[in-house]
């Protein structure tokens, strides 16, 4: 199974940028997709294909990388920005999911 | 408005069956590919199975593989997940989400408790 890691949380001031990072086991080539997900809530999905933003998310985020490296930004964090993202990756069977990045505001 | 609405949830004995639901609304079922994925307590997300957009082909996790099976009945725009054999490591919210190989649009997951 291809193993995404991710860092367990970071804690980011409010109208600053954050940066999440997701690292693949293997190459997922630009087969990565982000998703938040908020307390008690169900995830939704914001970036897919590495890069696209998905129906109705705003331009404040946004994802880069391919193969191994990949990096999700939020620019400038607002307060209901708070939440957990999870990478998901769909090279390879099964679908897996990074262990998600808990982001915080300083 | 895609909804997705779970339902079927509940407390369960290891070694008993249970079955999910999963209403869909606000979109052409029969178009789109769906999942499961379920998120243990306080732990991450974890692909559970697909189903095809005609139900003709179907993936599982390995961990579930022979114990569990996704349906669909497309004439309903719903989606079911048999659930056979549970175990209690199979304790999780489960969703309901639609598309692949990425999930755009989620249910609000259904709470299965397998304890004896």
């Known amino acids: 199974d291809i193993v995404l890691t991710q860092s367990p949380a970071l804690a980011v001031s409010l109208g600053q940028r954050a940066t999440i990072s997701c690292r693949a086991s293997e190459s997922v080539r630009s087969s990565m997709h982000w998703y938040q997900q908020k307390s008690g809530q169900q995830p939704k999905l914001l970036i897919y294909g590495a890069s696209n933003l998905a129906s109705g998310v705003p331009a404040r985020f946004s994802g880069s990388g391919s193969g191994t490296d990949f990096t999700f930004t939020i620019d400038p964090v607002e307060a209901d920005d708070i939440a957990t993202y999870y990478c998901q990756q769909s090279r390879n069977d099964p679908l897996t999911f990074g262990s998600g990045t808990k982001l915080e505001i300083k | 408005e895609v909804q997705l609405v779970e339902s079927g949830g509940g407390l369960v004995q290891p070694g008993r069956s249970m079955k999910l639901s999963c209403a869909a609304s606000g979109f052409t079922f029969n178009n789109y590919d769906m999942a499961w994925v379920c998120q243990a307590p306080k732990k991450g997300l974890e692909w559970v199975a697909t189903?095809?957009?005609?139900?003709?082909?179907?993936y599982y996790r390995d961990s579930v593989k022979g114990r569990f099976t996704i349906s669909r009945d497309n004439a309903k725009s719903t989606l079911y997940l048999q659930m056979d054999s549970l175990r209690s490591e199979d304790t999780a919210t489960y969703y309901c989400?639609?598309?692949?190989?990425?999930?755009?649009?989620w249910g609000q997951g259904t709470l299965v408790t397998v304890s004896s």
């Open positions: 189903i095809s957009y005609d139900g003709s082909s179907t």
């Open positions: 989400a639609r598309g692949f190989p990425w999930f755009a649009y």
